[in-house]
């Protein structure tokens, strides 16, 4: 079991890419009952323009990632005033129609524009190596990327509990109508709240592409993780997010690790177990 | 007065019928795409009863037209090529699989559901491509003959007799969709999908109806997928992917959801859009796809069927008896 620190470590490092990658979609579902399908787009959007800052203009790692995440939201807020306004309150198969096809759309769009290949992007060296931590070597990037989504985490846990627009998030994802009827601007609400959790994508996709890699399908291709965190977490939630990513990433590592001829099976089959066990999420009874 | 119920069918219904069946004789060249256009479209109608009747939407059904696929095509694969009982094992295979999880899909509701059926086809599609021996993987299954259908009908190098065949089990579930929507069952699902807690007050045992219903469902689904198996002489692992759910959701949706015609026309609107954008623009065509399914949603919700729903109800009552389709279909 001697790879089992570094299983751990490395699955806590993808939980953390999925948290940021999709609590964006947690808020927007809870707030707006908004099935997103799309919300992976940004994360891809930031990865790529991540990845030709660096590329092309030379932009260092540091300064790429802040750059993909202002893209990410700006795209967000563009997108969420002219078309996502439009299906609040729709069916969820109206919304997974839309959503879906807006996938398809940013998938050709990004394959006419960037080509279908992987992305390259390479680690600066300062982030490159691995770090001894009590006898155990582990990857320095991973370590910081660790750090940095429990970071935004207590960011975003601490701004919804102790500020007065987390407040205004609160009681809008408890009841939009109510919170509305005391003259909270619940539009403007959606619309701040959307841009974050988009801003926050694009952070994640940022992160992801020396990862993950960076390909137009990656909307498609982790669409499902970003689906089962949100599910498992419940809607609405920072913290449930956030278990269920790092619970998910360690179980879709662990899997691949030990049982690799099941794949992704291993993780499937906790979100449906999850699922069934507590529908609304599994921190909510 | 017919047996088909309040929905009765109407006379002039015959009409598109006949049109699709005279196809060979119009355009020899689209009976391949005339095949598909059939399957997909009785898929699209399993994939209505529990869209558009028993409101639980879906984004694993590809699981069940996958399942009858490689049953149908194992079976033909091991010696058993005789076409019809090869359908029914295809909606046989489905139906358990789908009686085995419908408990877990029908505990769940809402966004849930969609995730726990996601999740589902998901696992099944894994699954497959790892069981390289049952179902070759990647590669899929092919190299099977089928016996003539009936023992009269060869399949030819044209795709004549599979258009033909095709278009006669769609018939024949487009007979079973009509009389199940108007049996009681039908009611009972429309009814759960419209409000669970009346028809609990009533006596309906929603559960159970759900669970029959999404059974049903699959049955039809594996047959769509037994079809094309055995239209195509061929399964691939696309069969079973989230790819192929998406796309009949779409289709349902392009057509309108529960009407009788939804999913023909939408199979019907959806596979030449396909065929003429893949011509236009080989790379890209799923972009104008995707572009496609925004507008729908955006201008024309509820679909090509609601669409007509509201232009009929536009003009004078001129017949009542689809004028009550409208008051009980008419949901969206």
Redesign the interface.
């Known amino acids: 079991m001697t790879g089992l620190p570094v299983v751990v470590f490395d699955g806590l490092a993808y939980g953390m890419l999925l948290f940021l990658m999709s609590v964006g979609l947690a808020v927007t ?1 809870g707030l707006m009952g908004l ?1 997103n399908l799309a919300h992976g787009a940004f994360a891809a959007g930031g990865g790529y323009v991540a990845a030709l800052a660096m590329s092309r203009a030379g932009v260092p790692f540091l300064l790429a990632l802040p750059l993909a995440a202002l893209a990410a939201a700006v795209g967000g807020v563009v997108l969420e005033r002219l ?1 996502f306004r ?2 609040y309150g ?1 069916s ?3 919304q ?3 959503t ?10 990004a ?2 524009a960037f080509g279908a290949g992987q992305q390259p992007a390479d680690l600066p060296g300062f982030l490159q190596g691995q770090v001894d931590l009590g006898g155990v070597r582990v990857g320095l990037y991973r370590l910081v990327l660790i750090g940095l989504g429990v970071a935004v985490a207590l960011a975003l846990a601490l701004g919804l509990e102790r500020t007065r627009i987390g407040a205004l998030v609160r009681a809008s994802v408890e009841d939009a109508e109510m919170a509305g009827g005391v003259s909270i601007r619940v539009g403007r609400l959606f619309a701040l709240t959307f841009t974050l959790g988009a801003g926050l994508a694009g952070l994640g996709g940022a992160l992801a592409v020396p990862v993950l890699g960076l390909d137009p399908t990656f909307p ?1 291709k982790y669409l ?1 993780y970003f ?2 965190v949100v ?1 498992m977490g419940g ?1 609405g939630t920072v913290t449930g997010s956030f278990l269920a990513a790092a619970a998910v990433g360690l179980v879709d590592v662990a899997g691949k690790y030990y049982l690799p ?5 291993a993780v ?2 906790l ?2 177990a999850a ?2 066990w507590r ?2 999420g599994v921190l909510r009874a | 007065m017919t047996t088909l119920g309040p929905r009765r069918v109407h006379p002039a219904e015959i009409l598109p019928w006949l049109a699709l069946a005279a196809l060979p004789w119009i355009a020899p060249d689209h009976v391949l795409l005339g095949s598909q256009i059939a399957i997909l479209a009785l898929f699209a109608l399993s994939l209505d009863l529990l869209v558009g009747h028993a409101g639980l939407v879906s984004l694993g059904h590809a699981a069940f037209f996958g399942l009858g696929a490689y049953a149908a095509a194992l079976l033909a694969l091991h010696g058993w090529s005789e076409p019809l009982t090869g359908l029914a094992a295809g909606g046989l295979v489905a139906g358990l699989a789908a009686a085995l999880v419908a408990p877990l899909v029908v505990r769940v509701h809402g966004l849930a559901q969609l995730m726990v059926t996601l999740g589902l086809g998901l696992m099944l599609h894994e699954a497959a491509s790892r069981a390289r021996v049952l179902t070759g993987g990647d590669d899929g299954l092919s190299g099977f003959d089928l016996s003539p259908v009936l023992g009269l009908f060869p399949f030819d190098l044209y795709g004549f007799t599979a258009y033909g065949y095709a278009l006669a089990v769609l018939a024949a579930g487009f007979l079973f969709y009509t009389r199940l929507a108007a049996s009681p069952f039908g009611y009972a699902l429309r009814g759960l999908k419209q409000n669970p807690a009346r028809m609990a007050a009533l006596g309906t045992d929603g559960r159970r109806r759900l669970i029959q219903g999404f059974v049903v469902a699959a049955v039809l689904a594996g047959i769509a997928g037994a079809l094309l198996a055995q239209t195509t002489q061929s399964v691939a692992l696309e069969s079973l992917s989230f790819h192929r759910s998406a796309e009949v959701l779409i289709v349902l949706c392009l057509g309108g959801t529960g009407g009788r015609y939804g999913g023909l026309v939408g199979a019907l609107v959806y596979m030449a859009a396909r065929d003429w954008l893949s011509a236009l623009s080989p790379h890209y065509w799923t972009g104008w796809l995707g572009a496609a399914m925004m507008l729908t949603v955006l201008v024309v919700p509820g679909g090509l069927g609601g669409v007509a729903r509201r232009l009929h109800g536009r003009l004078p009552r001129l017949h009542r008896a689809t004028g009550t389709r409208v008051a009980a279909g008419g949901e969206s």
């Open positions: 579902l099935v078309l439009r299906l729709r969820p198969l109206d997974v129609l839309f879906v096809g807006l996938v398809y759309v940013w998938i050709a769009a394959t006419a498609l499902a689906l089962i599910c809607a001829e099941i794949g992704a099976f499937y089959g979100a449906v699922l069934v529908p609304n």
